[in-house]
C-alpha cells in the first residue's frame, strides 16, 4: 500500500520503431491480400455480366470481348500493387534504411572523435616524456651502445707510417690475403679517401664510408655516414665490423674498439698518415707471428693479434 511506485516497464525507442513498421508491413499484406481476392471476385463477376447476362455483349474492341480488355487492365494494377509492397516498399521502408544509416554514420564518427582525441592526448603524454627522458638521461657513448666487437684492421711501419699520398707504401702479399680472409662477409669501415684508393669496391664487404660531404656519390650497395658513431650503427648486424683507415678514423676509433689485427712491417718509412700509438696498460697482445722476406715480400713483418684488457 506505501510501497514504492510500480515502475512502468519502457520500450527502447528503436525496438518501438521495429513494432510500428511491423504493424506497417502487416497492413500493406492485408490489403493486398484484399486486392487479390478483389480482383478474383470481379474477374468473375465481369465474366458473368458479359457472358451470362449479356452486357455488353456485342461491344469488342479489335474482336476482343470489352472484359477481357477489363481484367488485363486490373491484373496490370495487382501486379503494381504487387510490386510496393514488395519491392519498392522493403520491410521497413527506404527512409527507415536511410535513417538508420544516418545513425550508423553519426556513431562510428563519434567512436572515430573519441579515438582521436585519445590519440592526440597520448602522443601529448609520450612528447612529454620523451623530451623528459632526453633530458635527464645522459646520452651513452659508442662503447656502451655498439653490441659486436670492433676490429680494427691496420698495416704499420715500426714508426707507425701507414700510407702516403693516399696510398700503400708498400706491397705484401700475404698481407693482402690476410685481409681478405678476415674482412671478407663483414661490414668495412673507413674514410673517404681511403675509399677513393680502391679502383673499385671490394667484392663480399659491405662498404661504409664517412665523409663530411652532404651529397657524395657513391656505387649502388656503399653505406655513406657522417660520423663514427653512425657507422657502427649502420653495422649493428654484422657481429665483427671492421675499421680500416685512414688515420684519422684509426685514432677516433681506437679508445672504443674491442681488437686490433696490426701487421707490424719492420722497417721505418716516410709517410704522411700515421696509425696512433699502442698503449700496452690497455691492450693485450694475444698472438703473433713472424714472416722473414722473401723473393714476394721486400720487408720483415710480424702479424700481431691485440685485444682490450
Given at each position: 500500500?506505501?510501497g514504492?511506485?510500480k515502475q512502468?516497464?519502457?520500450?527502447d525507442?528503436?525496438?518501438l520503431?521495429?513494432?510500428?513498421?511491423?504493424?506497417?508491413r502487416?497492413k500493406?499484406?492485408?490489403r493486398l491480400?484484399?486486392?487479390f481476392?478483389l480482383?478474383?471476385?470481379?474477374?468473375v463477376?465481369?465474366?458473368?455480366?458479359n457472358t451470362?447476362?449479356?452486357?455488353?455483349?456485342d461491344?469488342?474492341?479489335a474482336?476482343i470481348?470489352?472484359f477481357?480488355?477489363?481484367?488485363?487492365i486490373?491484373?496490370f494494377?495487382?501486379?503494381?500493387?504487387?510490386?510496393n509492397?514488395?519491392?519498392t516498399?522493403?520491410?521497413?521502408g527506404?527512409?527507415w534504411?536511410?535513417k538508420?544509416?544516418?545513425?550508423?554514420?553519426?556513431?562510428?564518427?563519434?567512436?572515430?572523435?573519441t579515438?582521436?582525441?585519445?590519440?592526440k592526448?597520448?602522443?601529448e603524454?609520450q612528447?612529454?616524456s620523451?623530451?623528459?627522458?632526453?633530458?635527464?638521461?645522459?646520452?651513452p657513448?659508442?662503447?656502451?651502445?655498439?653490441?659486436?666487437?670492433?676490429?680494427i684492421i691496420?698495416?704499420?711501419?715500426e714508426n707507425?707510417a701507414i700510407?702516403k699520398?693516399n696510398?700503400?707504401i708498400?706491397?705484401?702479399?700475404?698481407?693482402l690475403?690476410?685481409?681478405?680472409?678476415?674482412?671478407?662477409?663483414h661490414h668495412i669501415?673507413?674514410?673517404?679517401?681511403t675509399?677513393e684508393?680502391?679502383?673499385?669496391p671490394?667484392?663480399?664487404?659491405t662498404?661504409?664510408?664517412i665523409t663530411?660531404q652532404?651529397?657524395?656519390?657513391?656505387?649502388?650497395g656503399?653505406?655513406v655516414v657522417n660520423?663514427?658513431?653512425d657507422?657502427?650503427d649502420a653495422?649493428?648486424?654484422?657481429k665483427q665490423?671492421f675499421?680500416?683507415g685512414?688515420?684519422?678514423?684509426?685514432?677516433?676509433?681506437l679508445?672504443?674498439?674491442d681488437?686490433i689485427?696490426?701487421?707490424?712491417?719492420?722497417?721505418?718509412f716516410?709517410?704522411?698518415a700515421f696509425?696512433p700509438e699502442?698503449?700496452?696498460?690497455v691492450?693485450?697482445?694475444?698472438?703473433?707471428?713472424?714472416?722473414?722476406?722473401?723473393?714476394?715480400?721486400?720487408?720483415?713483418?710480424s702479424?700481431?693479434?691485440?685485444?682490450?684488457?
Amino acid at each position: 500500500m506505501f510501497g514504492k511506485k510500480k515502475q512502468q516497464p519502457q520500450i527502447d525507442k528503436e525496438q518501438l520503431e521495429l513494432i510500428e513498421n511491423a504493424q506497417k508491413r502487416i497492413k500493406q499484406k492485408k490489403r493486398l491480400y484484399a486486392h487479390f481476392v478483389l480482383f478474383l471476385i470481379g474477374c468473375v463477376l465481369l465474366i458473368v455480366a458479359n457472358t451470362v447476362l449479356g452486357i455488353g455483349k456485342d461491344f469488342t474492341i479489335a474482336g476482343i470481348n470489352w472484359f477481357v480488355y477489363a481484367i488485363l487492365i486490373w491484373l496490370f494494377l495487382f501486379i503494381y500493387h504487387l510490386f510496393n509492397v514488395f519491392i519498392t516498399h522493403k520491410f521497413m521502408g527506404k527512409a527507415w534504411e536511410q535513417k538508420q544509416l544516418e545513425k550508423l554514420v553519426a556513431k562510428q564518427q563519434a567512436r572515430i572523435d573519441t579515438l582521436k582525441e585519445g590519440l592526440k592526448k597520448e602522443e601529448e603524454l609520450q612528447a612529454k616524456s620523451e623530451v623528459f627522458d632526453e633530458m635527464n638521461t645522459p646520452k651513452p657513448n659508442l662503447k656502451t651502445t655498439k653490441n659486436s666487437q670492433l676490429t680494427i684492421i691496420v698495416a704499420a711501419a715500426e714508426n707507425n707510417a701507414i700510407g702516403k699520398g693516399n696510398q700503400l707504401i708498400w706491397h705484401l702479399g700475404d698481407d693482402l690475403k690476410r685481409f681478405k680472409a678476415l674482412t671478407s662477409g663483414h661490414h668495412i669501415i673507413m674514410g673517404r679517401k681511403t675509399f677513393e684508393s680502391f679502383p673499385k669496391p671490394l667484392p663480399n664487404r659491405t662498404h661504409v664510408v664517412i665523409t663530411r660531404q652532404t651529397d657524395y656519390k657513391v656505387p649502388l650497395g656503399v653505406i655513406v655516414v657522417n660520423s663514427l658513431e653512425d657507422a657502427i650503427d649502420a653495422s649493428r648486424g654484422d657481429k665483427q665490423p671492421f675499421i680500416i683507415g685512414g688515420g684519422e678514423i684509426y685514432k677516433q676509433a681506437l679508445p672504443i674498439a674491442d681488437k686490433i689485427e696490426l701487421t707490424r712491417v719492420h722497417e721505418s718509412f716516410e709517410a704522411d698518415a700515421f696509425f696512433p700509438e699502442i698503449d700496452p696498460k690497455v691492450w693485450k697482445e694475444t698472438h703473433n707471428t713472424f714472416h722473414q722476406k722473401d723473393a714476394n715480400h721486400d720487408y720483415e713483418f710480424s702479424f700481431i693479434t691485440y685485444e682490450r684488457m
